[in-house]
């Protein structure tokens, strides 16, 4: 059974930087679409960042837009997460996710339309 196994997260100041990783499995090869996701308290869970595994397109929230960046490791199986200029709104439970979601426009859909999620990595920033 592969699973989707997210680390480091963990407390930043605002400004700060920190990398999250998603041991991703054959998810890598079998999914079209990797994504993370956030949920912070009393919140829905949004998109933030996905990645198009054929064409390595990708797509952000505009409220980290120029911030973050997703990228994969094809030879690792692991998909990553660098946040930079991390704010306070930034706080939130992130997941990883996989599946195959209808594209848009090329790209993987920043909707909650993934098969495949991980447990989460907190990330606090303040």
């Known amino acids: 059974h592969v699973q989707l196994v997210e680390s480091g997260g963990g407390s930043v100041q605002v400004g700060g930087s920190l990398m999250l990783s998603c041991a991703a499995g054959t998810y890598t090869y079998t999914s079209p679409c990797l994504a993370w996701f956030r949920q912070a308290p009393g919140r829905e869970r949004e998109g933030v960042a996905t990645?198009?595994?054929?064409?390595?397109?990708?797509a952000y929230a505009d409220s980290v837009k120029g911030r973050f960046t997703i990228s994969q490791d094809n030879a690792k199986n692991t998909l990553y997460l660098q946040m930079n200029s991390l704010k306070a709104e930034d706080t939130a439970m992130y997941y990883c996710?996989?599946?195959?979601?209808?594209?848009?426009?090329?790209?993987?859909?920043?909707?909650?339309?993934?098969?495949?999620w991980g447990q989460g990595t907190q990330v606090t920033v303040s």
């Open positions: 990645i198009y595994t054929v064409g390595a397109n990708t």
């Open positions: 996710a996989a599946g195959s979601p209808i594209l848009y426009g090329g790209n993987c859909p920043l909707q909650s339309e993934y098969n495949y």
